[in-house]
């Protein structure tokens, strides 16, 4: 198991986020956190990724205790977030945006990563002196993920990486997602408002409302649930 997440509790001022959240990581799996906006989704990753301190709780990552560590600390042990709304750097260029994602590592797996990065988003490599802000919508996603990637994660979380983007670019991200993660074996942790890619493009799958998990297994299953049809997908499953 790469990551245990036991009994996690977050607060907001005197608003409760979480209760109680429990959830397992598995080595190079796609993991997928859905549910309804509030849940509780995002304030996970922020938690996970040391933007958010828990009132009580523990997140075990490879058999460590890293509740409540430094964001910093945690990308150099391996965990790298993709944040809400790409938040690329608009004035910086693509290779400077993917340069700041590479503070941890050394020069020489800097250049490796570098090129990883370029041949799994070749459009990137197109527009290594543009200015990010001047990307389309979907070319900024590809640049967030890219310079996650320079921190030469072991775990990726992902928050909502679809957001504003039209179907046919969704679908296109989330085939980089997939491919990074087979040809990779780099694990993630998906949080996705858009439930049918979500499910499809992940092994296992977490449902949370109102800061509880209320439904957890295979994607492939869970997505036969009537409960999460009527809820995140409509009058049909994904099959």
């Given at each position: 198991?790469?990551m ?5 509790y977050?607060?907001y001022?005197?608003l ?13 799996e796609i993991?997928?956190i859905?549910?309804?906006n ?11 990724s ?32 993709v ?19 590479a ?13 990883l ?19 389309s919508?979907g ?35 989330f085939?980089?997602?997939?491919s990074?993660?087979?040809e990779k074996?780099?694990s ?13 493009h ?38």
């Open positions: 198991m790469l245990h997440i036991s009994h996690l977050v607060r001022g005197s409760r986020a979480l209760h109680g959240v429990s959830i397992e990581v598995n080595e190079g993991l997928s859905v549910g309804a509030g849940a509780g989704k995002t304030t996970l990753l922020k938690t996970v040391g933007l958010l301190r828990p009132e009580s709780g523990d997140i075990n990552y490879r058999g460590k205790n890293i509740t409540g560590e430094r964001p910093d600390r945690l990308v150099q042990m391996g965990i790298c977030m944040p809400e709304g790409r938040r690329v750097f608009p004035s910086l260029s693509v290779k400077e945006n993917l340069e700041l994602g503070y941890t590592v050394s020069r020489h797996l800097k250049r490796q990563l570098f090129d990065v370029l041949h799994t988003f070749p459009k990137l490599k197109e527009r290594l002196l543009q200015d990010a802000g001047t990307l919508g070319e900024q996603q590809m640049l967030a993920v890219g310079r996650a990637l320079m921190g030469n994660p072991q775990l990726l979380l992902l928050d909502e990486p679809s957001m504003g983007l039209s179907p046919i670019i969704t679908r296109e991200i085939s980089l997602i997939r990074i993660n087979g074996g780099i993630m942790i998906l949080v996705e408002q858009n439930a049918h890619m979500a499910l499809e992940s092994q296992r799958t977490y449902v949370l409302e109102t800061g509880r998990v209320v439904m957890e297994g295979l994607s492939n299953v869970v997505k036969q649930d009537p409960a999460v049809i009527e809820a995140y997908l409509g009058c049909e499953s994904l099959e």
